[in-house]
């Protein structure tokens, strides 16, 4: 099989619910030319030095995939149009120090050493949505693991955090599903159908920009809760951010901040079913579930790769020169399962040693929320772990959705006993 | 002829790992990580911990941190355990002195450790002020130990009104910095050109530098602190610079870099002397002839040992993580057999913390004669540089930038070409290559603490004696 045929096998729809095959195939060549311009790393050690190799960018601006993506769509990008208007690019798709400066910004108002305590106070919410969530399923012996339990559970927590009213969600859900729906990356983007979702998908997301550029100028001035009142009137040394620019974030935030999260409540429910005896293991010995957990990311990587980067220079790795300009995609779920660096790598163990998958990426763009998202899986599985009696698959695999970047069930259906007080 | 068979050979190591002896000398971070590194090998037999400090292994950076500003009680800096050691614990009591030919550690009390493998973790203590009278004076402290910390973290607390620290280099430094967090007016001499300069040259020290005056630090360079006078009381009021200045001073710190503590080992016949206690790659020490022994090892601040990336030079670092892996290293090498011992090659790595900046660094820098400013601001206080040596890349350091180390450190271990290729973003302006400004390691200014010690294992000269026919 050629690289340009694995790949695209790898991103094929049908293909969701196990690519791993196909990266296996293209591993052969840890870094290999997958189509014009893009380049797919899959070896887990070219994959760590390309993640820290300053000449490898995530400004989106300068990558061949969304110039081409750009071209494509008709009528003309909206590009234009946003630059325009002042529209500015969120920290994952920009390079240090604006990066930087971004992150920092934001970290201030999230986590440790300016708001320490934050993510640890939400722990009893957290686990009181997640019991809500289970007693509602108490008359019935069949959950959607996606719809009733790991998606409710982010959103409502990633609203909060930011100050997204919690209303607004079934608006912004839509919005969301169909932006990603539309960012195809596989063969049947060419297809009208595909042309269709792309469509969609990029008006999906201007929608939600406007959104939260509403929500983001109706706090400039006016402080109210949360991380995007915090973001626009903040008098630290990096000062306020632009309210074009926080919408941008506040865009990734709410996405980043909750889809990934879902996607990962959801592999861990698989995974422990799939695997017998491990519902049994977790449950004599909680002190496993975070490790658990970590394995699960390893496996199954909620986000797969971030098609952002690029080369600015010739860079040398794995035996292959990456020509200047091309797109570099760095494979986290493919590399997450290299042989060279994880024993037996498609064997589930929550024991493994040394477990440094990446899971949260690596490098400068390594996930921000972690620590939250840690808490809320943790949260999740201990109550499902806790309160659901003898849960079986219903179908395996479960039915997935489109994005091949942001992986994950789309129903997971599981039978039950009952639940448990 | 007859040979050995391997299983004669492997039942070796089962049985001394039942029953085997070993010794632990120095009972802190290289002793107490090697100690459980030897149990998690699967040692069941004597382990004997010597060390003469009384307290409990604790860790030393966060003295010059938390516990001088305050937060954290002296005594509170205890090591976590990271398992059960069931071993003997010989605390405040030194070893005086060891005996190769009896295998015995010799104790202060009289008493004496049999061993079958020992381990040397004896590390360094504060080199103290030159003049023993004047060292003597209320006020003048130095800082290696917990209790040092203490005494001196009570000094700080009781708002002198004015400290002054004699040598900047990275705890000077902390020091200093510390000081003006506390809000105590600091003067700091520094008789090179910088602070830092020793472990970082002379171009990260002119920017230490002006850290240090940006925070209203009273930094003299060029200067030595001449004399200290004190007080009917005994207790220190002035100090007299080189420059024939004088400064009324309450607290005087000597931050004069390290002795290593190798006078038990006089007349041993190792290789112990000024830089430490040579080693092979293994932890083996050598003898004064340069010839390795089979039973002991060095670990930490303490051992000297030849390193490939740099050109095999002997090498001591006195790093955190040197003496943990170090310590794990030993304990590997301590209870295998020759082909599964590993080496102890650690791409240099430490961190400081000073003037609201994290400083991190890989490599060895002193052995650089050109550095780049490769990545973000000086001026921010956010950047990478990295070092080289004839056009290989040997070091980086990072201000505030830390989370870009790991890639230099893979141009290191690869001695990748020097300069680096420019980064595609966030360039810190020009690439061009400029010298480092090093001074001479061995001219005990500037306070290096990764020093490059020559070829020589024994560095008291191993005398060459022509086998007689
Ligand atoms: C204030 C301070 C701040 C530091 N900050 C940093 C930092 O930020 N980053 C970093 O990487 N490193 C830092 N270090 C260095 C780090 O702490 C050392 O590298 C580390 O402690 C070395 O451990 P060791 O076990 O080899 O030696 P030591 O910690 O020196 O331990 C040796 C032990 O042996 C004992 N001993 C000596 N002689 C005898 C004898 N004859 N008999 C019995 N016992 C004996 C000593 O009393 C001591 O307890 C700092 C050190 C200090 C003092
Ligand atoms: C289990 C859940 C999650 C997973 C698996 C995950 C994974 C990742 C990964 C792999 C990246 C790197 C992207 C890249 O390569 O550029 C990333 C970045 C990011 N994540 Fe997460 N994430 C999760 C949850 C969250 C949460 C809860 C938040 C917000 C609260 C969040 C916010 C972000 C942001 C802002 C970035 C961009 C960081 C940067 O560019 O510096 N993520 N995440």
Not at chain 2, 62 to 67: D, H, I
Not at chain 2, 379 to 392: H, I, L, N, V, W
Request: charged share 25%; aromatic share 8%.
């Amino acid at each position: 099989m050629t690289p340009e045929t694995a790949w695209a096998e790898a991103m094929r729809f049908e293909n969701r619910p196990d690519p791993y095959r196909f990266f296996d195939e293209l591993r052969k060549a840890p870094v290999a030319r997958v189509a014009d311009d893009v380049y797919a790393v899959t070896g887990y050690w070219e994959l760590l030095a390309l993640a820290h190799d300053p000449r490898v960018s995530s400004d989106i601006s300068r990558s061949p995939v969304a110039a081409k993506r750009a071209a494509a769509a008709k009528p003309p990008p909206e590009a234009e149009h946003m630059k325009a208007y002042g529209d500015q690019p969120s920290m994952i798709v920009s390079d240090p120090p604006d990066h930087d400066r971004a992150r920092r910004q934001a970290m201030r108002h999230f986590g440790p050493p300016h708001t320490p305590d934050l993510i640890p106070s939400m722990g009893p919410g957290i686990e009181q949505l997640c019991n809500d969530l289970l007693d509602k399923a108490t008359g019935q012996t069949r959950i959607d693991i996606v719809d009733e339990y790991a998606y409710p559970v982010p959103v409502t927590v990633i609203c909060k955090v930011l100050g997204v009213p919690r209303e607004d969600e079934a608006t912004f859900h839509r919005w969301i599903f169909d932006a990603m729906a539309g960012v195809d990356l596989g063969p049947e983007a060419a297809t009208d159908e595909g042309r269709a979702r792309a469509e969609k998908g990029r008006a999906s997301v201007a929608a939600l920009k406007q959104y939260l550029q509403g929500l983001v100028e109706s706090y400039a001035g006016k402080p109210g809760e949360g991380l995007l009142s915090k973001l626009v009137n903040d008098d630290s040394p990096d000062g306020p951010m632009e309210p074009q620019e926080a919408a941008s974030n506040a865009l990734l935030l709410l996405v980043a901040g909750h889809d990934s999260t879902v996607n990962t409540i959801s592999h861990c429910v698989l995974t422990l079913l799939r695997n017998p005896g491990s519902i049994e293991r977790l449950r004599s010995r909680p002190g496993l579930i975070p490790f658990a957990i970590e394995e699960v990311l390893r496996l199954e990587s909620a986000v797969q790769f971030f098609p952002s980067r690029s080369a600015t220079a010739d860079i040398e790795v794995g035996g292959t020169v990456i020509p200047k300009g091309s797109a570099v995609f760095l494979m986290y779920g493919a590399a997450n399962r290299d042989p060279r660096r994880f024993a037996d790598p498609s064997r589930f163990d929550p024991q493994r040693p040394d477990n440094e998958h990446f899971g949260w990426g690596s490098g400068i763009h390594t996930c921000f929320g972690g620590p939250l998202a840690r808490l809320e899986v943790n949260l999740a599985l201990e109550v499902f772990l806790r309160r659901v009696e003898n849960p079986r698959l219903v179908v395996d695999p479960p039915p997935y959705r489109r994005s091949q970047v942001f992986r994950g069930p789309q129903h997971l259906l599981v039978d039950y006993d009952r639940i448990r007080d | 002829m007859t040979t050995f068979a391997p299983g004669l050979v492997a039942d070796l190591v089962t049985e001394f790992k039942a029953k085997g002896r070993i010794v632990i000398v120095g009972a802190s971070l290289a002793g107490l990580r090697a100690a459980e590194a030897l149990r998690d090998e699967g040692f069941n037999g004597q382990l004997t911990i010597i060390g003469d400090e009384s307290q409990e292994p604790y860790d030393r950076p966060p003295l010059s941190k938390q516990v001088l500003k305050g937060w954290v009680p002296a005594d509170h800096t205890v090591l976590p355990r990271l398992r059960d050691l069931d071993a003997d614990w010989r605390l405040g009591v030194a070893a005086t002195g060891l005996d190769r030919v009896t295998k015995r550690v010799l104790l202060a009390n009289g008493d004496e450790v049999p061993y079958d493998r020992l381990l040397i973790a004896t590390g360094t203590r504060s080199r103290p002020w030159f003049n023993p009278k004047e060292g003597a004076l209320e006020g003048v402290f130095t800082l290696r130990t917990a209790d040092d910390a203490g005494r001196l973290q009570a000094a700080l607390a009781a708002k002198p009104g004015r400290v002054l620290i004699v040598g900047a280099g990275f705890i000077g430094s902390e020091m200093a910095s510390v000081c003006r967090e506390l809000g105590l007016p600091v003067t700091v001499a520094e008789r090179a050109e910088g602070p830092l300069v020793g472990a970082l040259g002379g171009v990260i020290g002119d920017i230490a530098a002006e850290m240090q005056r940006e925070h209203g630090v009273d930094l003299r360079t060029g200067v030595s602190v001449e004399a200290l006078e004190g007080d009917a009381e005994g207790h220190v009021r002035r100090a007299r610079l080189s420059d024939g200045t004088t400064l009324d001073v309450d607290v005087v710190v000597a931050s004069l870099g390290s002795i290593r503590n190798t006078e038990w080992l006089e007349g041993a016949g190792l290789a112990a002397g000024f830089w430490g206690v040579g080693c092979d790659a293994g932890c083996r020490a050598f003898d004064i002839n340069g010839v390795v022994t089979d039973t002991i090892y060095v670990a930490g601040d303490i051992a000297r040992a030849p390193h490939v990336l740099y050109n095999y030079q002997f090498l001591v670092l006195e790093h955190w993580d040197n003496a943990v892996f170090g310590g794990e290293v030993a304990a590997h090498n301590m209870v295998s057999l020759e082909p599964d011992r590993r080496p102890h090659l650690p791409l240099p790595a430490f961190w400081s913390g000073q003037f609201g900046v994290n400083i991190k660094g890989v490599g060895v820098a002193p052995f650089a004669d050109e550095i780049v400013i490769t990545q973000g601001s000086v001026k921010d206080r956010r950047f990478a540089a990295a070092y080289g040596r004839q056009g290989r890349t040997v070091a980086a350091v990072t201000f505030n930038h830390g989370k870009w180390l790991e890639y230099y450190g893979a141009l290191i271990e690869r001695s990748a070409p020097f300069p680096p290729p420019p980064p595609g973003y966030d360039q810190a302006g020009d690439m061009t290559p400029i010298p480092a400004r090093f001074p001479d390691p061995r001219a005990l200014t500037g306070l290096p603490d990764v020093v490059l010690t020559g070829h020589d294992p024994t560095d008291r000269g191993a005398a060459f004696r022509p086998k007689k026919r």
